[in-house]
């Protein structure tokens, strides 16, 4: 499974900017697709996630400012980040749960995509 995230970039604080991740591979189904941070110094961490059911979970940082979503073809996933803030720069991931065409279930990562908001 691979997954190729895009989007990231310098931004303004209050600004929006929106990744993208798509995925392909040997997918039977998707369980969930979600995004994670990694800013310098600190542990990654989930910034949020949507089941194959749409169920939808966010960090309470981002609550109410980012929304992730699923495009019509389900292999991708989107985070529309608004009002930036500075304390928003990281290294953002995508991770999708899958399970392929054996039944195994496999957690796969994206490559990352930097995201850097200025004050």
């Known amino acids: 499974v691979q997954l190729q995230a895009s989007g990231g970039g310098l931004v303004q604080a209050g600004g929006s900017l929106r990744l993208s991740c798509a995925a392909s591979?040997?997918?039977?189904?998707?369980?969930?697709m979600g995004w994670y941070r990694q800013a310098p110094g600190k542990q990654r961490e989930l910034v949020a996630a949507?089941?194959?059911?749409?169920?939808?979970n966010y960090a309470d940082s981002v609550k109410g400012r980012f929304i992730i979503s699923r495009g019509n073809a389900k292999n991708t996933v989107y985070l529309q980040m608004n009002s930036l803030k500075p304390e928003d720069t990281a290294v953002y991931y995508c991770n999708a749960a899958i399970s392929d065409y054996a039944g195994a279930r496999i957690s796969s990562w994206g490559q990352g995509t930097q995201l850097t908001v200025s004050s």
């Open positions: 949507i089941t194959s059911g749409g169920s939808t």
């Open positions: 591979g040997s997918i039977f189904s998707f369980n969930a």
